[in-house]
T-cell receptor
């Protein structure tokens, strides 16, 4: 039981490049989330998927797209990376509304 | 102490002492609270949660206290160890249902002095 697995762990991009961050969970959770974490700003929600087949914007969705590929997998895509997207990205999942989020160990992205 | 939305940078304690990390919340409708621990280079790790129909909940070396009268949440760590050094933050649901209902504070950094 690996929990929430994110790949890659580290990535460096040049401005304008694109990439997809992968996330998979093996806990049979319904909801999945993408957050970014910047110093002094805490966790900010980018997009989430309440259940398979649905996605919704969070607090900071601009510059990102997501795909809920199946119940296990939820990917985050940067179509044209910008330096402002330098951050640590966390994927999370949970079973039900009032239950704890379970996080992956993050992808550290630098955009130069 | 920490407020959801405000930042209290650090708390230093001696190894073996008890630690108390505080969190103030503003929404009296919040009925579910969670404490997370985040070590350097890792994702947030669930520690303990509590629902508003409880005042206290205990785990292994940790206790969460909820005071709804003053809208205050605390995490107590007994016999603090070097491995407890991390950032701790609380989350609340602000009384909302649905998938996107958790709101996070910015955290308190706990440093354990050997």
């Amino acid at each position: 039981n690996a929990g929430v697995t994110q790949t890659p762990k580290f990535q460096v991009l040049k401005t304008g490049q694109s990439m997809t961050l992968q996330c998979a969970q093996d806990m049979n959770h319904n909801s999945m989330y993408w957050y970014r974490q910047d110093p002094g700003m805490g966790l900010r929600l980018i997009y989430y998927s309440a259940s398979e087949g649905t996605t919704d914007k969070g607090e900071v969705p601009n510059g990102y797209n997501v795909s809920r590929l199946n119940k296990r997998e939820f990917s985050l895509r940067l179509e044209s990376a910008a330096p402002s997207q330098t951050s640590v990205y966390f994927c999370a999942s949970k079973m039900a509304a009032n239950s704890p989020l379970h996080f992956g160990n993050g992808t550290r992205l630098t955009v130069t | 102490g920490e407020s959801v939305g405000l930042h209290l940078p650090t708390l230093s304690v001696q190894e073996g002492d008890n630690s108390i990390i505080n969190c103030a919340y503003s929404n009296s409708a919040s009925d579910y609270f969670i404490w997370y621990k985040q070590e350097s280079g890792k994702g947030p790790q669930f520690i303990i949660d509590i629902r508003s129909n409880m005042d206290k909940r205990q785990g292994q070396r940790v206790t969460v206290l909820l005071n709804k009268t003053v809208k205050h949440l605390s995490l107590q760590i007994a016999a603090t160890q070097p491995g407890d050094s991390a950032v701790y933050f609380c989350a609340e649901n602000k009384g909302q249902t649905g998938a996107n209902n958790l709101f996070f504070g910015t955290g308190t950094r706990l440093t354990v002095i050997p």
